[in-house]
């Protein structure tokens, strides 16, 4: 069974300027996760989605930050215009429901701004 | 709120000796609790969960944890370390009512080294 994919690995951009960040979950699983990971932390949550509905975006900063999960499978995390405070690892993961429902990890995407 | 504390940011145990990881919890209620463990420029993975069941919980690679309500705990222990151990490993919880359901909130981490 294929893992959760993300896209790019690493990402390497001047500030003010835009990424996007991808994720695919594992097939079937309707419950989709973004969380940001700095260094020597634990992730925190940005955005859950279950299928197409953000359900919980409480922590996503909204005046640059966006997602989508169009048809309630992969998603795109988007920041514009990115600051250099963004630089961090962003961990997508997902889950076959919520509650008690084991989350499975991406391997992330290493993003620096400059 | 609910959070989640790990003691020792880092921690160094000699091979074949015993690893205890600690984790407190803050929370009204007995949440759901992980263990979830990070190598380097990867992906998290599960090692274990507590989910109200059996308060000794077994997980992968020879590591379990026991949830003590009492003391708002849930150390991870291995009875002797191998290399292959070393990594980060995080201890989160998550709520088991409400709109937060689901959502894992993470401590800040453990790293484990083992030396030979």
């Known amino acids: 069974e294929a893992g959760v994919v993300q896209s790019p690995r690493y990402k390497i951009i001047e500030k003010k300027q835009p990424v996007a960040f991808w994720c695919n979950p594992i097939?079937?699983?309707?419950?989709l996760y973004w969380y940001l990971q700095n260094l020597g932390q634990g992730p925190e949550l940005l955005i859950r989605?279950?299928?197409?509905?953000?359900?919980?975006d409480s922590q996503l900063p909204k005046d640059r930050f966006s997602a989508e999960r169009l048809k309630g499978v992969d998603s795109t995390l988007k920041i514009q215009p990115a600051e250099l405070g963004d630089s961090a690892v962003y961990l997508c993961?997902?889950?076959?429901?919520?509650?008690?429902?084991?989350?499975?990890f991406g391997p992330g995407t290493r993003l620096l701004v400059l | 709120a609910q959070s989640v504390t790990q003691l020792g940011s880092h921690v160094s145990v000699s091979e074949g000796a015993l690893v205890l990881l600690r984790c407190n919890y803050s929370?009204?209620?007995?949440?759901?609790l992980f263990w979830y463990v990070q190598y380097p420029n990867q992906g998290l993975q599960l090692l274990l969960k507590?989910?109200?069941?059996?308060?000794l919980v077994k997980g992968i690679n020879g590591f379990e944890a026991e949830f003590k309500k009492s003391e708002t705990s849930f150390h991870l222990t291995k009875p002797s370390a191998h290399m292959s151990d070393a990594a980060e490993y995080f201890c989160?919880?998550?709520?088991?009512?409400?709109?937060?359901?689901?959502?894992?909130?993470f401590g800040k981490g453990t790293k484990l080294s083992v030396k030979p």
């Open positions: 989605y279950e299928n197409e509905e953000a359900v919980d």
């Open positions: 097939s079937g699983h309707n419950t």
């Open positions: 989160a919880v998550s709520p088991n009512y409400g709109g937060s359901q689901g959502n894992l909130i």
């Open positions: 929370s009204s209620v007995p949440p759901y």
């Open positions: 993961a997902s889950s076959l429901e919520t509650s008690s429902e084991t989350q499975y």
């Open positions: 507590y989910t109200s069941a059996a308060t």
